[in-house]
């Protein structure tokens, strides 16, 4: 079985590189005790580097909450994934609804994607839905959201995508969604990228729940949910916290 996989989104988060570092140490002590547990930690770009281990750590890996669409040159402030991967960043969020919210569009994370791609590092790819409703027309949504950031991208990469499903409505709120309609709509998510790519790479794909979590409701989502991790906000800055998440998460058979 493979382990399951927590992503820490830190967001603009914490304040300092004192605070960072302290956090990201806690982690790594902790990682190095799972069994059935992998953990990324996606600090701001400036913080990135110094939380990097200097030897390999076990289960613990850095991520970037973003890269720019392009490769190289004139774009200010913008930050290549070439630059992320020299600085041992395994993983890119892309898409994420933050970013979607300040006019990021499908064809842009399609561009980002390819970067983090075209550089070897794995891509988190976020999808969600802004509000439900009866009639199910937010399949739909969902459905063309992960269809137009993938129609560009080569089979190849497939093994390379992890798909993050964050209902928009569940991100910042007190609540994350009922585990069992997180088990409906991940099945959904993997139907559809199978028809993007292939049946095997469905079945394959590691799909993450996002919005909400915290380490009182984490379990239940792997057990119910049936997901094969958690991308966590919040409780993801919160050290104490995300310890407990992590071992009640490596906890779950
Ligand atoms: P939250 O954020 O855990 O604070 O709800 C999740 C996310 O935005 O990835």
Request: overall charge neutral; charged content about 35%.
């Given at each position: 079985m493979n382990k399951k996989l927590i992503v820490g989104?830190?967001?603009?988060?914490?304040?300092t590189l004192a605070e960072a570092k302290k956090i990201a140490q806690k982690v790594k002590k902790v990682s190095a005790n799972l069994l059935h547990a992998e953990v990324v930690i996606c600090p701001p770009f400036p913080f990135i580097a110094s939380c990097v281990s200097k030897k390999t750590t076990k289960n613990f890996h850095i991520g970037a909450q973003s890269t720019s669409t392009?490769?190289?040159?004139?774009?200010?402030?913008e930050v290549s994934a070439k630059m992320l991967k020299d600085l041992a960043v395994e993983y890119v969020i892309v898409g994420h609804s933050e970013e979607r919210a300040r006019g990021d569009t499908d064809q842009n994370i399609s561009r980002r994607l390819k970067q983090v791609l075209d550089e070897g590092m794995t891509a988190i790819l976020c999808v969600g839905e802004k509000a439900r409703d009866q009639e199910g027309k937010y399949l739909e949504d969902l459905k063309n959201q992960i269809k137009s950031s993938l129609?560009?991208?080569?089979?190849?990469f497939a093994k390379s995508i992890i798909i993050a499903y964050e209902p928009i409505w569940a991100i910042g709120a007190t609540e994350a969604m009922k585990p069992a309609d997180i088990y409906e709509t991940s099945l959904f998510v993997k139907k559809v990228f199978a028809d993007i790519f292939t049946p095997d790479a469905g079945i394959k794909t590691l799909v993450l729940y996002g919005g909400a979590v915290n380490f009182r409701n984490a379990p239940d989502i792997m057990i119910?949910?049936?997901?094969?991790g958690l991308l966590v906000g919040?409780?993801?800055?919160n050290s104490e916290g995300f310890v407990e998440l992590l071992k009640a998460v490596d906890a779950v058979q």
């Open positions: 989104n830190w967001k603009m988060n914490p304040a392009e490769e190289s040159g004139a774009h200010t402030g129609t560009d991208i080569p089979k190849k119910v949910g049936r997901v094969d919040r409780e993801s800055v």
